[in-house]
T-cell receptor, first 112, second 118 residues
């Protein structure tokens, strides 16, 4: 079974600074997808960014970018120019075998 | 993406009763999923709701406890039966479309239902 590990239960960053959230996963598959979801206090799960395993180029979405290291099975999320609205739980997720598996989450606090 | 709504948004229930949670999407979707998020925890897949056939349950979840219906391509319900305090969680539905290769990989979530069982 696939596992997703987020080793940072909590992180904090000064507003306007950059923060990186870590994620590692374990799989024997070669084709899969990786995601970062954001869950603010409203509970709504919001898709932040997606990476296809067959693509070497790291995905970017505005202030959000990933560092995808397939050999190391690492998938970190970098948030640049952090804003107060970025405060949330961030979940790393792996999609393979038609199933989405989530990590335990990292709570990100933005310090004004 | 799609607009996904869930009813109720929250509820407080008594032990031994049942609650049915509805998930409505504003467009037809191929797949619908139900997840549980226990307090302070991550999301765990309960089952995949298939239109016109039985739901597919994950290990640890059974139909008698979590019956699911999927009468059409825009609607699904999850019932939490014979509830106990351990069932207190957020229940989320998600939807996905068949995109061919590696289908259903991108899921969009509803706002969740916060259930408290006393």
């Amino acid at each position: 079974a696939q596992t997703v590990t987020q080793s940072q239960p909590e992180m904090s960053v000064q507003e306007a600074e950059t923060v990186t959230l870590s994620c590692t996963y374990d799989t024997s598959e070669s084709d899969y997808y990786l995601f970062w979801y954001k869950q603010p206090p409203s509970r709504q799960m919001i898709l932040v960014i997606r990476q296809e395993a067959y693509k070497q180029q790291n995905a970017t979405e505005n202030r959000f970018s990933v560092n995808f290291q397939k050999a190391a099975k690492s998938f970190s999320l970098k948030i640049s120019d952090s804003q107060l609205g970025d405060a949330a739980m961030y979940f790393c997720a792996y999609f393979g075998n038609e199933k989405l598996t989530f990590g335990t989450g990292t709570r990100l606090t933005i310090i004004p | 993406s799609a607009v996904i709504s869930q009813k109720p948004s929250r509820d407080i229930c008594q032990r031994g009763t049942s609650l049915t949670i509805q998930c409505q999407v504003d467009s037809q979707v191929t797949m619908m999923f139900w997840y549980r998020q226990q307090p302070g925890q991550s999301l765990t897949l309960i089952a995949t709701a298939n239109q016109g056939s039985e739901a597919t349950y994950e290990s640890g979840f059974v139909i008698d406890k979590f019956p699911i219906s999927r009468p059409n391509l825009t609607f699904s319900t999850l019932t939490v039966s014979n509830m106990s305090p351990e069932d207190s969680s957020i229940y989320l539905c998600s939807v996905a479309w068949d995109r061919g290769y590696s289908s259903y990989n991108e899921q969009f979530f509803g706002p969740g239902t916060r259930l408290t069982v006393l």
